[in-house]
């Protein structure tokens, strides 16, 4: 996968930003980033964090026999493995011209510097030496990948102990890690690398690239060095002309930035020895940092609330006692209690005036409206007065002289009063309640004609 190409935009607010001696990290020309070394439970795993930048080295050792023109020299190889993970723009299965560049700038900085003691590596002579293979994996790139390789392999290679080895005659025995200590390799100095990147056709210098400035830079030069002074490698790329002054200006920084990063390794490396002696945990789990969502236990908070206290009190003083009244529980009908006499409905609207008899029969209301004796008594006997008081209109049923079925009528309390029949069976609690009448008839027999 092709990584994506830089926007013209992009790239003219980068150089837009460093004419102006700016960096969009906000760091100065000759800042580096946060260095981070944390080393892991077995000897010779580190990983080291440039900024956002993450490399992990890890170092094995096996015995092999030594190549034939150095016998009594050790075998040390450096493999740099840059995968998709780290970067998109990585092909997985084959190496890229970056990482057959950076091999070889590893095997020139730290093999043929001669860094560890190859000789302290032999166990027998043209038989058995040891063979020492440091791989360095490229978890994460953001800029300047080389010089956190070469400070993980650097700090892998003084982290890492091999088995002690015995020689009885022509016999090697090897002891493991818990019948003997392991043994720690010569290291005489540790090379560290500083890159220096170069824009505006070299009038402008950075130190510790970044991605987004790699992308955009016109040209780099990368210097090898040790905290003595001494000068290890040296390679330039991009194709852009370096004065004198400007190598040595660089050689001159770098120099300093070499003492700061072999303190930052010594110092990691007392920590790692010192938390080892003690018991205490190590690994990449402990140099991860703790970020927990609950806790075991909470700390005591002392609360000042003599201020909210006073102002209760206050009002509490001045403050209405409240009315001691006991409501009477008035009952209003079956099943139904009210306490208290309540509150006045305003969606009731009473009108004083009178109505008529006409509008009280349109409007379903009985009240007011009279029934005589006179009009009921007048009916014949096969009539049933009907009569609700449910929006209805008293009406007057005629039933024929074949009907032999029961007649029924409603009455209510009020109207009951005024209408009085034979025959009836009367159900009354209260004057309130509807009343129900059966009124049974029976048919009268014709007289024939003789």
């Keep these: 996968m092709k990584e994506t190409p830089l926007s013209n935009c992009e790239r003219e607010f980068v150089l837009l930003a460093l004419r102006e001696k700016k960096r969009l990290d906000g760091r100065q020309t000759y800042d580096y980033r946060k260095v981070k070394i944390a080393f892991g439970t077995e000897y010779g795993c580190c990983v080291v964090e440039l900024g956002k930048t993450r490399v992990l080295a890890q170092v094995s050792c096996e015995l092999v026999s030594p190549k034939p023109g150095r016998p009594s020299e050790g075998v040390l190889f450096f493999n740099l493995e840059l995968s998709p993970m780290a970067s998109p723009g990585f092909e997985p299965g084959r190496q890229s011209e970056m990482a057959i560049e950076m091999n070889r700038l590893l095997e020139r900085c730290l093999r043929s510097s001669r860094c560890v003691d190859t000789e302290s590596l032999c166990v027998i002579s043209g038989e058995k030496v040891w063979h020492v293979r440091t791989d360095i994996h490229a978890l994460n790139h953001d800029g300047n990948i080389m010089d956190a390789a070469v400070i993980a392999a650097n700090a892998a290679l003084a982290h890492f102990r091999r088995p002690d080895v015995t020689v009885q005659g022509e016999e090697v025995t090897l002891y493991s890690v818990k019948d003997r200590d392991p043994v720690p390799l010569t290291i005489h100095h540790m090379p560290l690398t500083t890159t220096f990147s170069f824009f505006h056709e070299g009038s402008r210098l950075l130190v510790d690239p970044t991605r987004l400035e790699e992308r955009v830079m016109e040209g780099r030069l990368l210097v090898a060095m040790n905290k003595h002074r001494e000068l290890c490698a040296l390679q330039a790329s991009g194709g852009i002309r370096l004065l004198q002054d400007q190598v040595l200006r660089c050689s001159q920084v770098s120099s300093v930035k070499v003492l700061e990063l072999t303190e930052i390794i010594q110092r990691a490396l007392q920590n790692d020895v010192q938390a080892r002696k003690e018991g205490r945990c190590c690994g990449f789990a402990e140099s991860l940092p703790v970020q927990r969502v609950t806790v075991a236990c909470a700390h005591e908070a002392t609360v000042n609330n003599e201020e909210a206290l006073r102002r209760a009190n206050e009002v509490v003083k001045f403050a209405e006692e409240p009315a001691d009244v006991e409501q009477p529980v008035c009952h209003r009908g079956p099943h139904t209690a009210q306490v208290g006499d ?26 007011g409206v009279k029934v005589e004796n006179e009009e009921v008594e007048e009916l014949s006997d096969d009539s049933v007065i009907i009569l609700e008081t449910h929006n209805r209109v008293p009406r007057v049923v005629q039933l024929s002289d074949g009907s032999e079925e029961d007649e029924v009528m409603i009455l209510s309390g009020k109207d009951l009063m005024n209408v009085s029949n034979k025959g009836c069976t009367k159900k009354a609690n209260n004057s309130d309640d509807v009343m129900e009448v059966m009124v049974t008839k029976t048919k009268k027999p014709r007289k024939r004609n003789k």
């Design 342 to 367: 309540g509150l006045v409905n305003s969606w009731l609207v009473v009108d004083d005036e009178p109505k008529s008899e006409e509008e009280a029969l349109d409007g379903g209301d009985l009240e």
